[in-house]
């Protein structure tokens, strides 16, 4: 037992150490870039209490990175940060670059209480370190004084509150950390679509927030393995509600994987669209419709075809492609189908929208 803790130690340390060496090195550079920064930093007296009350709670890593390099964290005047256990991050297999951004990503520039997390409404987002990206309050229990962003328990609330420092322990990381979901030109961050609140940053705009529920569909397929159909649809969200600002319902067909590195945005759009459908059909109601019946997607021009069942084939087959896993994730706006692989578009490069 001696001999595991104090191997546990060696990590956590060894990690904690890599993050500082990173932070303390690019906060170098910036100061030599801009010696005219005048942001002033947090009281070290606040930043070392705070390092002493995660280590007291179990945060051993993030009470380390505190103690080395508050600099990663408490790059404004106020902070809140949400402390990961320590076993989601010594399982981590990212590069330190990565990984630090992930901490960064879990810092926001506001000072939150529990109180203040509370009192947001469902699906507000709160602003972070990390270029910009938000995360989102996803559940709000008042009677059982629990909140959960991104999905994950707020476990420790009100862990530190001292000065302009606001520090709660969550379960878990507010994003993957398998490296195997970083593509070339993809962030590995993928903040959710969430609703606007006052000042704070909005990937959806208020007037559609009430309609499909896009945040939570992107939830269920990041959570379910289909990563690379979850990181597409995010990405060009914002085209597709430009464009259809009247949907209220829809049916996705979800293929095991998309090679995201292959196509430039305006393509990786058009087969996204071409996967999905501006009204609801479950299994069911796609097994009544006549073969050859055409269904519209949300790629102007470009049907899907009831083929029919196949003989050699289980289930329905949709242009061609079999669907695997019918009616998998449902609510009374969405439907979502797996299918056995990606739908072929006719002339790919040449499609029009």
């Known amino acids: 037992m001696a001999c595991c803790t104090r191997w546990h130690a060696a990590v956590y340390f060894t990690m904690a ?51 080395v390099s508050p600099e990663l964290f408490f790059s404004s005047a106020n902070a809140t940060l949400f402390a990961v256990k320590d076993s989601a991050i010594s399982n981590a297999t990212l590069p330190p670059r990565l990984l630090k951004n992930l901490l960064q990503y879990h810092t926001s520039p506001l000072q939150l209480s529990m109180e203040d997390l509370l009192s947001k409404p469902q699906g507000a987002c709160l602003p972070t370190l990390y270029q910009q990206k938000s995360i989102a309050i996803t559940k709000v229990d008042e009677k059982e004084r629990s909140v959960e962003i991104n999905n994950v328990l707020v476990s420790h609330p009100n862990l530190f509150l001292e000065g302009p420092i606001s520090i709660h322990g969550v379960l878990g990381p507010f994003s993957a950390l398998d490296p195997r979901d970083v593509y070339q030109g993809w962030d590995i961050i993928q903040s959710p679509a969430c609703d606007s609140n006052s000042n704070m940053i909005s990937d959806v705009p208020p007037d559609l927030k009430n309609m499909v529920e896009w945040s939570r569909i992107i939830r269920l397929l990041n959570s379910n393995g289909f990563v690379s159909f979850a990181i597409g649809l995010h990405s060009v969200l914002d085209g597709i509600l430009g464009d259809h600002k009247g949907l209220k319902s829809l049916t996705i ?50 049907p899907l075809e009831v083929t029919g069942a196949v003989d050699f084939m289980k289930g329905l087959v949709i242009s ?25 578009l006719d002339d790919l490069p040449n499609t029009a929208r």
């Open 320 to 344: 061609g492609v079999n669907i695997v896993a019918p009616d998998m994730f449902s609510s009374s706006k969405f439907i979502v189908h797996g299918i056995s692989r990606a739908l072929e």
């Open 253 to 302: 067909f979800v293929p095991p994987s998309l090679e995201l590195e292959a196509y430039p945005t305006p393509l990786l759009e058009k087969i996204v669209r071409f996967h999905v459908l501006p009204q609801k059909f479950t299994n069911r109601e796609l097994e009544s419709l006549a073969p050859r019946t055409l269904l519209r997607t949300l790629l102007h021009g470009q």
């Open 17 to 67: 150490v890599i993050l500082a060496f990173i932070a303390i090195s690019m906060t170098l550079r910036s100061e030599a870039n801009d010696e005219t920064s005048q942001t002033k930093p947090i009281s070290h007296i606040v930043s070392l209490n705070a390092s002493r009350t995660l280590r007291r709670a179990g945060f051993n890593i993030m009470a380390t990175l505190l103690q």
